[in-house]
């Protein structure tokens, strides 16, 4: 066989391996979000403040995912969809009426942490989505906001 040959099966089986995984789709859903049980609503987040969690964390710690295009097409959902259903798991602010006081607690502290060693929003992620890569100020805003939401919470926990 010579090199064009080779070349052209590849390009075909390519294509058809490349139709076939789009039949494999990922989960994709948005659970129905309970507005009394929020993080927003139970913690009072001031504007600024939320308007830096929609920014940079909500398409995977909340279930109001805005998933992109590329959420559509295999490989590149399941990576999307594996991302939003790990950040869900972790930490969901969508969810947030559910954790105990501790864990509340400790996932706050957890942002302050994520977002000052910018582990958080997920670097990757932020190539693809502009909004998302905040200004040093703002990582300082929201970080000094977790943490005294955190000791909030721990001073509560003492009384
Ligand atoms: C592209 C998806 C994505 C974005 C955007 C994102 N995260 Fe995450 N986050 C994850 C995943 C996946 C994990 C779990 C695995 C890990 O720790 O890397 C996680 C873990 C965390 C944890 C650890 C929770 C725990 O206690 O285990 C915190 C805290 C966190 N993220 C905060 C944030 C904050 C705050 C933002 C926005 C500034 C953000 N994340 C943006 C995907 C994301």
Known sequence: MNV????????VVGGVVFVLIQFVQPNRTNPEVDQSKT????????????????????????NRTVWPFYAYIAPASWL???????????????????YKLSKKASKLSGIYQAVNDHSMPLPKYVPLHPEANFTDAERGQLAAWAQKEAEKLMGGEEE
């Not at 609503?41 to 909340?62: M, V, Y």
């Open 4 to 11: 064009k040959k080779i070349a052209k099966i590849t390009f």
């Open 39 to 62: 993080m927003q609503t139970e913690l009072n987040i001031p504007a600024d403040i939320n308007a830096l969690l929609d920014r940079g964390c909500k398409d995977c710690h909340s």
């Open 80 to 98: 999307v969809s594996h991302d939003v259903t790990e950040g869900r798991k972790h930490f969901n602010m969508s969810e947030w009426g559910k």
